[in-house]
Nanobody, 114 residues
């Protein structure tokens, strides 16, 4: 079993920045990691992923604004979010694929005011 704990969410004005962190209770060295988000009344959607190789994928709406990274020595994945927009308001969930399982954190709320 793996626990994922997100942190770093909060209230920010449009144009501001936040950095989300996700700490895993086990090694992430061979894991694919990512961030998803769910806005009120909408389905959960992919934001960005980072493979064990370091390759990244992000959704078009965040390209050039959000950067996903990982620190395997700390078993932590990050999401640096710049130039935030009100439409980025959502609960952000950490995802991990490893040990033949998918794991999810409980989420951290990001609210962007206009």
């Amino acid at each position: 079993q793996v626990q994922l704990v997100e942190s770093g969410g909060g209230l920010v004005q449009a144009g501001g920045s936040l950095r989300l962190s996700c700490a895993a209770s086990r090694s992430i060295f061979n894991a694919n990691m990512g961030w998803y988000r769910q806005a009120p009344g909408k389905q959960r959607e992919l934001v960005a992923t980072i493979a064990s190789s370091g390759n990244t994928i992000s959704v078009d709406s965040v390209k050039g604004r959000f950067t996903i990274s990982r620190d395997n020595t700390k078993n932590t994945v990050y999401l640096q979010m710049n130039s935030l927009k009100p439409e980025d308001t959502a609960v952000y969930y950490c995802w991990m694929s490893a040990y033949s399982m998918n794991y999810w954190g409980k989420g951290t709320l990001v609210t962007v005011s206009s």
